[in-house]
């Protein structure tokens, strides 16, 4: 199903139909202030491991992100920031940053990285956190089953012909992004640059 979700007001009633997909163990493909992403409510297990399949890769080798509403609600699946991480967090989010830190107990165990560490996004996107909102839950973000953006994955419309079948449910919100999320791991001393994308590493540290 490709569903028309207003960028700036997106209707309830069909803000409600994305909701009760999710709920249901559904997949979602949904905007973000980067690429249109893929996902689905981090505490339904057998969602996650049907990205897995669709994805090609092993639930115990993946390193998934997921979206959360703010920093208060980051704070809730990360273990303690201390001071100088949080004056980061706070400058960079929301924006097109995923950040690696230390995974609390709430994290599902499918999620969380060997090293017990997990990425959290806040994207700059009021449609896909308007989602996390009302679901109450955040949702798992990862790329969607293409080897790079190219300008076509642009469009919600050309994404559902390619990727509606895999799927419950193709967000149409307007044009996409074509950059990835800027990658910053920051379990160690010092927050270390992953991968360069959208947001820029330079501006936060």
């Given amino acids: 199903m490709l569903l028309e979700l207003h960028p700036q007001n997106?209707?309830?009633?069909?803000?409600?139909?994305?909701?009760?997909?999710?709920?249901?163990g559904g997949i979602v493909i949904y905007p973000t202030d980067t690429v249109y992403g893929m996902g689905c409510d981090i505490f339904s297990g057998s969602a996650v491991e049907r990205i897995c399949r669709i994805k090609g890769i092993d639930p115990k080798k993946a390193h998934f992100s997921f979206i959360c509403y703010d920093l208060s609600h980051?704070?809730?699946?990360?273990?303690?920031?201390?001071?100088?991480?949080?004056r980061i967090l706070?400058?960079?989010?929301?924006?097109?940053?995923?950040?690696?830190?230390?995974?609390?107990?709430?994290?599902?165990?499918?999620?969380?990285?060997?090293?017990?560490?997990?990425?959290?996004?806040?994207?700059?996107?009021?449609?896909?956190?308007?989602?996390?909102?009302?679901?109450?839950?955040?949702?798992m973000s990862t790329s969607l089953p293409i080897e790079e953006y190219v300008e076509e994955y642009t469009d919600p419309e050309i994404i559902h012909q390619k990727f509606g079948h895999l799927v419950d449910i193709v967000i149409d919100a307007g044009a996409g992004g074509l950059t990835l999320s800027t990658v910053i791991d920051c379990t160690g001393d010092e927050p270390e640059l992953v991968r360069e994308g959208a947001g820029s590493f330079e501006a936060l540290v």
């Avoid at 999620?111 to 989602?131: F, S």
């Fill in 90 to 139: 706070k400058k960079a989010l929301p924006g097109p940053y995923t950040f690696i830190l230390p995974a609390s107990r709430q994290v599902p165990k499918m999620l969380k990285a060997k090293r017990n560490t997990v990425g959290i996004r806040v994207p700059d996107n009021l449609v896909c956190r308007t989602i996390v909102k009302e679901l109450g839950n955040p949702i």
């Fill in 10 to 24: 997106p209707h309830p009633r069909n803000l409600k139909t994305v909701i009760e997909c999710l709920k249901d």
């Fill in 74 to 86: 980051l704070t809730d699946y990360t273990k303690s920031v201390d001071t100088p991480l949080f």
